[in-house]
């Protein structure tokens, strides 16, 4: 008779086990913490990687160093840890950089500095942020794209798009801006660096920018476009 699995640490191979598959040096899924937080990081960096298609779940516990029992455990589909992704660690970071662009009184320079620093930031924190975005959100097709739009709404799209129009009336942005591109642009001009500067430092040593450099640079050429300051 199949055992009756209830308890997830059960379903770890032993580190030492030939069949465990796990690269040397990586860590079990019983350390460091919860062996459910580390899947979700295990995966987070193997979608940023390879691309969500090419990442089975299987390809996710050989990862993590457990068996793939223990991945069924917790996930028993890839588009339900797409969705636990989506509300445990996309939705905390959309609240934390949605709240440096909660201040109504923020003159607009300062909510896009702060928002794009925000952006550099999380993308610091979160290496895989930066390239999991451009390869599966912004890109079309991109199999996050939909299920964070459907998960999200645009509520929050809309009330930022009504902020931006509100300061072109009053005269603090430029009018000829157009309001539902100017986060795309902020995105496009801070996370798509963050994206490549890992392998631009591999390839050219410190030349790859800096953190706040990229910040400088997006909020610059928002404002002041490229003519002389």
């Given at each position: 008779m199949t055992k009756d699995v209830t308890d997830p640490s059960e379903l770890s191979v032993p580190a030492d086990s030939p069949k465990s598959g796990r690269r040397p040096g990586r860590?079990?899924?019983?350390?460091?913490?919860?062996?459910?937080a580390l899947l979700l990081d295990v995966a987070l960096v193997l979608f940023a990687r390879q691309g969500i298609m090419e990442t089975t779940l299987g390809a996710i516990a050989r990862e993590a160093g457990v068996t793939p029992a223990m991945v069924h455990y917790y996930f028993k589909t890839r588009d339900q840890l797409l969705d636990v992704l989506i509300d445990?660690?996309?939705?905390?970071?959309?609240?934390?950089?949605?709240?440096?662009f909660a201040d109504s009184d923020a003159e607009p320079a300062d909510a896009l500095r702060?928002?794009?620093?925000?952006?550099?930031?999380?993308?610091?924190?979160?290496?895989?942020?930066?390239?999991l975005w451009v390869?599966?959100?912004?890109?079309?097709?991109?199999?996050?794209?939909?299920?964070?739009?459907?998960?999200?709404?645009?509520?929050?799209?809309?009330a930022a798009i009504a902020r931006i129009t509100q300061w072109q009336k009053d005269g603090k942005l430029n009018?000829?801006?157009?309001?539902?591109?100017?986060?795309?642009s902020l995105f496009g001009l801070t996370v798509l660096p963050m994206a490549v500067t890992y392998k631009w430092a591999e390839e050219n040593g410190d030349c790859a920018p800096k953190r706040d450099q990229i910040a400088r640079h997006a909020v610059a050429l928002l404002m002041h476009g490229i003519g002389p300051a």
């Open positions: 860590p079990t899924g019983t350390q460091h913490g919860e062996p459910r445990e660690r996309f939705v905390p970071l959309r609240a934390e950089l949605g709240s440096l702060a928002f794009a620093e925000g952006l550099v930031a999380v993308a610091e924190r979160l290496p895989w942020f930066a390239t390869r599966e959100v912004i890109s079309e097709g991109g199999l996050l794209r939909q299920r964070i739009a459907a998960r999200f709404g645009d509520a929050n799209r809309k009018p000829h801006l157009e309001p539902s591109l100017l986060f795309a």
